[in-house]
């Protein structure tokens, strides 16, 4: 019997838009971004309220980040997740919010604003992960859901022509409907229980200097590429209101997709 995940009922009926999480705007996360902002067009377009989506980033854009990224020659010095949300919401109509900061690793520093019901991670360190796991497992979900509610974590990583998508439920079950054709699955587990981050051990590569240097530790599109893949999950958990799998692998040196089963 084929496994399937039904989308939370909250997430395709609200009353307002699904409010989203976003750290990270670098390679991936500025790809993510212009993702999210066309599947909020795109679910407005069929009735429903879209999303609003707050980006966190404390870095400055730099030479290196032209190209691989979703940057202009006129944005450097500048913070990356002011200039990706300004011009999202001049080119969308939008009102989302940038933060220039890193997002809050302690549920007493956190305030009302942090909260979301999808959280996205496009970051390239290992404690960041961790750190924001421990804060959303503090996060008890109640009875009465609403844009507060933390229900999904989707988390991007890749290492130059490989990577990983990969969508978990932050509340311990999510209710499932009764279902005669498929077998329901209402827990998926999050990137942190995928992988053991306590063995792993961050390296700090430093900055790039420039887009050459940078592309030997990305190359040019694994992040537009995973982007575009791990955000169609999203888009099924919407438009269909269901998933049969909840990530996925690519590698783009042998061109292969394999997806993330239950």
Known sequence: MKRVHYTIPYLLTPQHPVTVTLIGGGGTGSQVLTCLARLDATLQALGHPGLYVTLYDPDTVSPANMGRQLFGQSEIGLNK???LITRMNNFFGNDWRAKACRYPSDTKKMTREDLANIFITCTDNVRSRNDLWKVLKKLT?????DDLTPLYWLDFGN????GQAVLGTIPEEIEQP?????????SLKVITQYVDYKEVKDKDSGPSCSLAEALEKQDLFINSTLAHLGC???WKLFRNGMI????LFLNLDTMKVNPIGF
């Not at 290492?159 to 490989?162: I, K």
Request: aromatic letters at 4%.
């Open 244 to 247: 049969d799998h909840q990530g």
């Open 81 to 83: 997740a002011q200039c």
């Open 159 to 162: 290492t130059q022509a490989a």
């Open 232 to 234: 169609d999950i999203l």
């Open 178 to 186: 009764k279902s005669e054709r498929y077998e329901t699955v209402g």
């Open 141 to 145: 979900s109640p009875k009465h859901i």
